[in-house]
């Protein structure tokens, strides 16, 4: 067992290689939590948490009483909403380019650790772009990326590709969770989209997991005049 990491994940992992690779399909029985607890060497309860994440990325499914099945799989429609920003602009006809203000290697404090699954001060990748679409300011993009999943991710030139098409394709999305919400800009937020700090900003919060571990963490910030969400289901 990888001792670089919690062993909730490497659990983890190994359930979603097994699916991946065709050994367990769709509907059927995976190890319950004594057996996995016995194969890894750990306590229920981390194997718990390994499965119980696991189900509420809809990849596995708990019925009391009966055990934990593979999910039928439900990503190919989440995948369709988690639009290329770069994309969406050229569907409108409109030229994007995007401006690269920040890429650094960082420590993750208590929060983003939190939500990474990850220990406090565990190594982080993080981004700061700005999207533009006909030399307009339209998002604000602030990411952080677990290295495990990307890690060539401070090597990439991200003025000539976005970071969410080169996580698409070195990560493959497993699942996804997200909220947005209008809320007043930071400052400098509201530099880098040019606007007034009084005017609404309109802010997705997304959180993508891939590999059986969560893959990354963004908040993107959009003049609430400029953009708006759309969507179909």
């Known amino acids: 067992m990888n001792q670089k990491q919690p062993a909730y994940l490497t659990i983890k992992q190994h359930v979603l290689a097994r699916i991946q690779d065709g050994t367990w399909k769709q509907g059927d029985t995976i190890?319950?939590?004594?057996?996995?607890?016995?194969e890894f060497g750990v306590s229920r309860m981390t194997v718990n948490r390994a499965i119980r994440e696991l189900s509420d990325e809809q990849i596995v499914e708990r019925i009391q009483g009966s055990g934990t099945f593979v999910a039928q799989q439900?990503?190919?429609?989440t995948l369709v909403e988690i639009r290329n920003i770069a994309d969406e602009i050229a569907?409108?006809?409109h030229r994007h380019r995007s401006e690269l203000q920040l890429l650094e290697r960082t420590r993750?404090?208590?929060?983003?650790?939190?939500?990474?699954?990850?220990k406090t001060g565990a190594t982080l990748f993080h981004s700061v772009v700005v999207h533009f679409e006909n030399d307009q300011p339209i998002q604000?993009?602030?990411?952080?990326?677990?290295?495990?999943?990307?890690?060539?991710?401070l090597a990439q030139d991200f003025t000539t590709q976005t970071p969410n098409a080169y996580l698409m394709r070195v990560a493959p999305l497993q699942g996804v969770s997200f909220e947005i919400e209008a809320c007043e800009a930071p400052r400098p937020v509201a530099e880098?989209?040019?606007?007034?700090?009084?005017?609404?900003?309109?802010?997705?919060?997304r959180q993508t997991h891939s590999q059986g571990a969560v893959a990354s963490v963004a908040t993107m910030w959009h003049p609430a005049s400029r953009y708006r969400f759309t969507g179909s289901f």
């Open 192 to 205: 880098m989209l040019h606007m007034d700090r009084n005017e609404p900003c309109l802010v997705l919060r």
């Open 31 to 38: 190890p319950g939590e004594e057996a996995l607890a016995r």
């Open 91 to 93: 569907a409108r006809g």
């Open 140 to 153: 604000v993009e602030d990411r952080f990326v677990n290295p495990q999943t990307a890690p060539e991710y």
């Open 74 to 77: 439900k990503y190919q429609a």
């Open 108 to 118: 993750a404090g208590e929060g983003m650790a939190r939500r990474f699954g990850l």
